[in-house]
């Protein structure tokens, strides 16, 4: 009975439509600031519930307009120091940006995680 509950219970989670994990803090700055058309760093710090940093997670991100007809533009991240990830990405519009972070933590869960990014203006 208990093994047959686990599944019931996995499968829910993956059914469901938002992955996120609300306990993981990931801040998002960017460079330049404000960030610009063209070619920007994104800089993420990844923290646990208890604010500690979380090393050796894989990190990419994916660049969404709000508006239909435009491609995603991709990034991978990599770290710098423990927690704080960078990744390129490449702005080829001006307007409102979101940043979907998609995460495989060191523990092997995931997590995908929606950022606003306004204001993207025309250097
Ligand atoms: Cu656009």
Redesign the pocket.
Request: no cysteine; proline share 0%.
């Given at each position: 009975v208990f093994v047959f509950l686990l599944v019931i219970t996995l499968t829910g989670c993956q059914r469901g439509s938002s992955k996120d994990i609300p306990d993981i803090g990931i801040d998002l700055a960017v460079s330049p600031n404000p960030p610009q058309v063209g070619p920007v760093l994104l800089i993420l710090t990844v923290s646990d519930a208890n604010g500690q940093p979380i090393s050796g997670a894989q990190i990419e991100v994916e660049g969404n307009?709000s508006?239909a007809g435009?491609a995603p533009v991709l990034g991978r991240a990599v770290e710098t120091t423990p927690g704080h990830y960078e990744a390129p990405l490449e702005f080829?519009?001006s307007?409102d940006w979101s940043i979907l972070v998609k995460a495989t933590l060191p523990d092997g869960r995931t997590l995908e995680r929606p950022l606003n990014l306004p204001s993207v203006t025309t250097p």
């Open positions: 307009m508006h435009m080829t519009m307007g």
